[in-house]
């Protein structure tokens, strides 16, 4: 059987996870494999920095349903594989990390193809809490 924890567990993870990336947060979209762990420094070219709103999003029994993205046009070109979380657009402080695709990944994006100059943008999204 799988590790289960109470929706008040998760819950709690996730409203943490949205104070950790304050009034400032960002959605750093870069090429290859992610690091090791959050703590690592970035890898990869980084093809996008979108601005979370001031509060990232809310949150109800362990899921975390992010406010809105402002769309930006991407800085560079390659194939998204991975994102990261960010306090800031410096990428300094990395919150929260997982892989992109287009189905079945920890953030699903209409393609993994992006051009320099393109808009990207991201419509919804959500993150559940492991352990339920």
């Known amino acids: 059987m799988a590790v289960q924890y109470s929706t008040t567990h998760r819950t709690?993870?996730?409203?943490?996870?949205v104070a950790q990336l304050g009034s400032t947060g960002y959605l750093l979209?870069?090429?290859?494999s992610?690091?090791?762990?959050?703590?690592?420094?970035?890898?990869?070219t980084l093809l996008?920095?979108?601005p979370m709103s001031a509060t990232a999003g809310t949150v109800s029994n362990g899921v975390l349903t992010f406010n809105?993205?402002?769309?930006?046009?991407?800085v560079a070109s390659g194939t998204a594989g991975y994102y990261r979380l960010c306090t800031s657009s410096a990428g300094t402080t990395c919150v929260s990390q997982g892989v992109c695709g287009t189905s079945g990944a920890d953030l699903n994006l209409t393609t993994t193809s992006i051009t320099s100059g393109q808009p990207v943008s991201v419509t919804s999204w959500t993150i559940t809490a492991y352990g339920a």
């Not at 709690?12 to 996870?17: G, R, S, V």
């Not at 979209?29 to 290859?32: D, F, K, L, N, S």
């Open 29 to 32: 979209i870069y090429t290859g």
């Open 48 to 50: 996008a920095s979108l």
């Open 34 to 44: 992610p690091p090791s762990n959050c703590a690592a420094t970035a890898t990869g």
């Open 12 to 17: 709690n993870a996730m409203t943490d996870l």
């Open 68 to 74: 809105a993205f402002t769309t930006s046009n991407a």
